[in-house]
């Protein structure tokens, strides 16, 4: 299994702009990754999801046209790009490695899991 390290999280203000980028410490060009978020006391939420070709990806409807997710496999780095943040948008980011090639929005898809970065937005 990959180690992932998450980085780029901040204190924001509502509608502003953020990349949070996942660093993997091996290969990860055959599987899926995803971006989770979680707030205390509430269960680990799907963001986006990217296969293994990073030419498809899944976006969570709660933030369809506003985040999107890619992928580096040169650089072993996942990235969500997130714009016009919300006040609902402040939780733990957390990066995942799929089990497999094919996209999930399941968390029990994914075999590792990053320490997160924790992004707060203001309004």
């Known amino acids: 299994q990959v180690q992932l390290e998450e980085s780029g999280g901040g204190l924001m203000r509502e509608g502003e702009r953020l990349r949070l980028s996942c660093v993997a410490s091996?290969?990860?060009?055959?599987?899926?990754m995803a971006w989770f978020r979680q707030v205390p006391g509430q269960d680990r939420e799907f963001v986006a999801a990217?296969?293994?070709?990073?030419?498809?990806?899944r976006i969570a409807n709660s933030v369809k046209g506003r985040f999107s997710i890619s992928r580096n496999d040169n650089r072993n780095t996942l990235y969500l790009f997130m714009t016009n943040l919300k006040s609902e948008d402040a939780a733990m980011y957390y990066c995942?490695?799929?089990?497999?090639?094919?996209?999930?929005?399941?968390?029990?898809?994914?075999?590792?899991w990053g320490q997160g970065t924790r992004v707060s937005v203001s309004s």
């Open positions: 091996g290969r990860i060009n055959t599987v899926a």
């Open positions: 995942a490695a799929g089990r497999s090639g094919a996209m999930s929005d399941n968390p029990t898809d994914f075999a590792s």
């Open positions: 990217i296969d293994w070709t990073g030419s498809s990806d």
